[in-house]
């Protein structure tokens, strides 16, 4: 098999979303700081200019499609991998086996340099490197891997000769490290930051710790947004994948309307990724950067905590103007929101009677417009058109987090439990797995058919048919389960009630269990393949791979071991990062029913989530 595996289907990345720009220059590089630069930028620079040369000088070494960069992409790395180096250093390699190994660059001899270069390319440089590769190029790559080990195993013994020539006590860049936050002397142009420096210390280390993406107390809902626009673009280990995601937004947006504003669209982007989980084991950028901060006040702390949590997007009637704030309505529930706008003028033409399409996020007792807003002029003051949509928002795609309480939620639950029973009794187990769509349209048609038919209606003492003809005076019409073409065309199909997350159809999903299922038989290239395409695809569950976990333990290890391509894999340690990466969108959102009640005196349902 190959040493490592793409994606299915790979996004041209020809375009404006490039990940980055070449950082070559001084200037190019203090454009990417968020603040004035400072002596110990220099350091950083200086350093990322040296692992530049390395990268351009190793693509000669390289095998074909594997770490093979130009010049301008050479930069990028050199950039991304000087950065990752200085937010281990502020980490203080924290939680791992060198913690405390930081502070030791203030302390430089030969054997501490040797430890500081080998942690810091086996913590950093190699998943610094896999990860830029699995976000720009679509390549996962197995460990250990004939081109990277030793590229990677290179440019540690490249920052080790570095610190030695030039980062101790004497040496030309030493005073970067002993006053890390002076005047770096014209080293860099000016970038027009207002944004200032923290106060020096007295402790270099401490220092260096205050120069990451500072959240000041006083910050304010724009504030916190534009900060974090610009983490998800700079930030070494996230700059990759958000330009990627975006490059991705803008294609499919071409694909349904004609006109896309590529400005506005990049920043509709870019503000959805700031909210989603990244291949960072399933953390979002808000999740991740808190981590990296801990000195961020409590206040600001649980605001960005309620944004992680509770955003969602709706449609809102303007019932009332006084900017910055809007007075609204939920479309979907009438609940009001007072919503306020961090650049009001973009506000301006918005009247009373439009309808608003919009992400918005908590801020204390009100709540924030987020990214683009979308206005349907006088929409609201149709009331056959809002019966519509508020009709189709009731069982439409529920962008909110879901209230327990409801009675909707509460019923659609207990109708899911209901039917679950009902495929158990008739069905003997939760996997249904039959060799083609027409058996599965059949198998479900019969479930159906045995749901209305044969199933005694707790407290009513007859059927659903039977009521039916009571209150109607004549059968029920016959419905035939509804599957797709291509569903009923597949092969190797399967119908997976989970009690928890409700009923879902899979193609191939015989020969992705048998991957697991078969013990000690050795696993077929088309089992791997199948198992990946499982994994990658975002149209299949999380919970199945769960399922597969908690059945067969030992066997999932050695699948894993297998389809990663790395022997280091273990379950207990490594299994919900590899879920996370993979699928963690699909693990951010809260549990829904796997029917909508439409109408709960009626038992009046439309189906949900029931086909991957």
Avoid at 421 to 432: I, S
Wanted: charged share 30%; hydrophobic share 40%; aromatic share 10%.
């Amino acid at each position: 098999m190959s040493r490592h595996r793409r994606r299915r289907r790979e996004p041209n990345r020809k375009g404006t979303t490039k990940p980055g720009g070449p950082i070559s220059s001084p200037g190019l590089h203090a454009d990417r700081l968020h603040r004035r630069p400072c002596l110990w930028d220099v350091f950083i620079h200086e350093l990322s200019k040296g692992l530049t040369l390395h990268c351009m000088q190793a693509a000669h070494h390289a095998s074909a499609d594997t770490f093979r960069f130009d010049d301008d992409e050479s930069t990028r790395v050199g950039w991304m991998l000087a950065r990752g180096f200085e937010i281990l250093v502020a980490q203080d390699w924290a939680g791992q086996p060198c913690e405390g190994l930081g502070r030791k660059l203030w302390q430089l001899d030969e054997p501490t340099v040797v430890q500081i270069s080998e942690n810091t390319a086996y913590r950093c440089f190699e998943p610094l490197l896999r990860k830029y590769m699995e976000d720009s190029r679509g390549i996962y790559y197995g460990w250990p891997h004939p081109d990277l080990t030793p590229l990677v195993w290179n440019l540690g013994a490249m920052l080790g000769g570095f610190l030695l020539v030039r980062g101790i006590r004497g040496a030309d860049l030493y005073r970067c490290l002993e006053d890390p936050l002076a005047d770096h002397g014209r080293y860099f142009p000016d970038t027009g930051r207002p944004a200032g420096l923290p106060e020096a210390s007295g402790d270099p280390f401490r220092d260096v710790q205050q120069l990451g993406l500072m959240i000041d107390d006083s910050d304010d809902g724009g504030d916190l947004k534009h900060k974090l626009v610009h983490f998800v673009r700079n930030d070494p280990w996230l700059f990759a994948e958000c330009a990627a995601f975006v490059e991705g937004e803008l294609e499919r947006a071409a694909q349904w309307r004609q006109w896309v504003d590529s400005g506005l669209a990049v920043d509709e982007a870019t503000d959805t990724f700031i909210f989603r989980a990244t291949h960072l084991a399933g953390k979002t950028p808000i999740q991740v950067l808190l981590e990296r901060r801990r000195d961020i006040s409590d206040r600001q702390r649980e605001r960005l905590l309620r944004w992680d949590r509770e955003i969602f997007c709706g449609m809102f009637v303007v019932d009332g103007i006084d900017l910055p704030f809007l007075q609204t309505r939920d479309l979907r529930d009438d609940q009001s929101f007072t919503l306020e706008a961090t650049k009001p003028g973009g506000l301006a033409n918005v009247r009373v009677g439009d309808l608003l399409f919009s992400r918005v996020a908590p801020w204390d007792d009100h709540w924030l417009l987020s990214g683009i807003q979308h206005r349907f002029e006088g929409a609201g003051k149709k009331p056959e058109f809002l019966a519509k949509l508020r009709h189709q928002a009731g069982y439409g795609p529920l962008y909110r987090r879901l209230d327990p309480d409801d009675p909707h939620m509460q019923q659609a639950f207990a109708m899911q439990e209901a039917h679950y029973q009902a495929w158990m009794d008739l069905f003997g187990g939760e996997e249904l797995v039959l060799p083609d769509g027409l058996a599965l349209g059949a198998a479900m048609n019969r479930f159906y058919r045995y749901w209305n038919d044969e199933v005694i209606v707790p407290d009513r003492g007859l059927t659903r048919s039977e009521l039916y003809r009571r209150e109607h005076g004549h059968a029920r019409p016959d419905i035939q389960f509804p599957l797709p073409d291509h569903l009923l065309k597949a092969t190797d199909t399967a119908a997976v009630f989970d009690r928890r997350h409700g009923l879902a159809f899979y193609v191939g999903y015989g020969l992705f269990r048998s991957a697991f299922a078969d013990g000690e038989a050795p696993l077929t290239a088309e089992q791997a393949e199948r198992v990946w395409d499982y994994l990658t695809a975002e149209s299949v569950d999380f919970w199945l791979f769960q399922r597969m976990r908690d059945r067969y333990p030992a066997r999932t290890e050695e699948v894993f071991k297998h389809i990663l391509k790395d022997q280091r894999f273990q379950l207990d340690r490594d299994f919900d990062a590899i879920l996370g990466k993979f699928k963690g969108q699909a693990m951010r959102q809260p549990l829904r029913p796997m029917i909508t009640v439409v109408d709960v005196k009626t038992e009046k349902t439309t189906p949900g989530r029931v086909l991957t």
